[in-house]
């Protein structure tokens, strides 16, 4: 499917000079990435993408919220139950809730197993349930694995008064892996 939407992301201000590198979950792994793999984890509404930085609940850190125009494709919903049968999608697939354990253990977990199926069948995301604490099931994200700053997989940084020292860079399409 298309998307084009306005999303939201909240991250560690440490990364607020390359809001949408996706350098932090390249390096760390996340729930729907591998280390290695770069990915730019993002939510439909302000307050998800704020629940989403801080997913156990602990106590609430600095945080850099940025918002972004997206127009990609394909990507996968999450939320589609055909397609999720048609590609074998559980939800246990996608809840994971021990991704973290397994993924330092060494193994990888089923929802980076699903990543990997999705990216090798030329998706470029997904928009999935937010499983952060608090969440309800109409907490949504759009995670992102490919992107630049044209279209099939087009993500745009609003900071129309260039608060963000990567803006100009941005909007000259150096921004995230092709």
């Known amino acids: 499917m298309r998307l084009r939407a306005l999303v939201y992301r909240a ?4 990364w607020s000079w390359t809001p949408i590198s996706g350098e932090g979950a390249r390096r760390h792994g996340g729930r729907f990435n591998r280390r290695g793999v770069p990915a730019l984890y993002t939510s439909f509404a302000p307050l998800v993408a704020i629940r989403e930085a801080q997913p ?3 106590p609430m850190q600095p945080l850099t919220l940025c918002a972004y125009e997206v127009d ?7 939320r589609d139950q055909e397609r999720r049968r048609a590609l074998g999608v559980t939800e246990s697939d996608l809840a994971c809730p021990r991704w973290e354990a397994e993924m330092l253990a060494g193994a990888i977990p089923a929802s980076q197993a ?3 199926r999705l990216i090798a069948a030329g998706h470029v995301g ?8 608090g969440a309800s099931a109409d ?4 995670v ?6 044209d279209r099939p997989a087009r993500v745009v940084l609003i900071d129309d008064q260039g608060r963000l020292s990567e803006t100009s860079e941005v909007r000259r399409g150096n921004s995230g892996p092709r």
């Open 56 to 58: 156990l609940g602990r």
């Open 11 to 14: 991250h560690n201000p440490q």
């Open 139 to 142: 907490d949504l994200n759009l």
């Open 72 to 78: 990609a494709e394909p990507v996968f919903d999450a």
């Open 114 to 116: 699903l990543a990997d």
């Open 126 to 133: 997904m928009r999935v349930q937010s499983y952060a604490a």
């Open 144 to 149: 992102l694995w490919s992107w630049s700053a």
